[in-house]
């Protein structure tokens, strides 16, 4: 069977958007199976029109902006936050929505992209998360 | 033997104290032995008084304050920290405080709610994290 | 075998660099093998002469700056987090930098102090968390 590994995606700030995406990638390239489950201001992330238009959770860190990091990610080859979205889909990786977080901030299924593979609740994730090798929240 | 979840909560926001405590119930309600380990800010959510007036880590986010999605969230019947923190406890969820940062903030017994079980250090988090199935930090 | 404990580093400020190296340090005290992944801004903690220098998440919390803190600690004996790197080496914890961020940011090994044991991708991430009985990401 093989190893999974599940990503809580809380936040909704470029910085931490990549790395959990690459991280998600990078499981499944080398054959996890991945829940990716979006919660809070992480929710943000699978509305429509924005995973292109996320900002840096600091500023003017090392005196670089949020178009400057863009630009030297490009420049090093780095893809798009929907490059990484759509090879995870590609991927097998299962995308869920917090249900309770969805109606807390009354979004609903239609403001969505349409990765989003479910809407669930804690449980959903500690069904998945209690029997993988990797955790992680961000 | 019962799986465990244990959870480092590092942050004092409201908007983290949410996630941990709903995946802590969420993980007993699964059958899991859980434990919380609460440091550096995060010791915060044990001081007498504190867990009801948290503030969210962002302000202006999507036009809502802490009132507001206080508001949101009991509309959606989400129960209040205190409530969820209680309901914790008797689910037999283990509270353990950083006795180092106690010593660093100067915060004493006394000044700590006595949902706390015990005051521990690092030793004590990898004791019960190094067989957990999910351990997260918030 | 030795269970182990993998750190993803992603941040750059003192009260997380603490804890990180707390961790990582409290889990190869206890046996396990440790290793540290340093990404996005927690590369800055790899540069030379930084690891002195970081400043708290959260200027005013509680009424102390970075340097009241940093007393205070000194005054609880907790170790400095040059001494707390120099342990973890010592322990035998393993030290990655990221290699994609480090194009990104334009930094070259020459910027990184000499206790990084290599430049790596998020496969030599999956590779140690996949077995690992702890993964964090701080």
Not at 73 to 89: F, G, H, P, W
């Amino acid at each position: 069977m093989a190893k999974r590994m599940t990503i809580i995606v809380f936040s909704d700030e470029m910085d931490k958007a990549y790395p959990a995406l690459i991280l998600a990638n990078g499981a499944a390239a080398a054959g996890m199976e991945v829940t990716m489950f979006f919660t809070f201001w992480g929710l943000n992330l699978l509305k429509k029109g924005k995973l292109g238009k996320l900002k840096l959770s600091k500023m003017n860190m090392l005196g670089m902006g949020t178009s400057m990091i863009k630009k030297r990610m490009k420049k090093q080859n780095v893809a798009s936050l929907e490059k990484l979205l759509a090879d995870a889909k590609e991927l097998g990786t299962k995308i869920i929505a917090c249900e309770m977080t969805l109606g807390v901030f009354g979004i609903t299924k239609e403001d969505l992209i349409p990765e989003v593979d479910e809407m669930g609740g804690v449980g959903a994730y500690i069904m998945d998360a209690k029997d993988a090798s990797i955790n992680l929240i961000i």
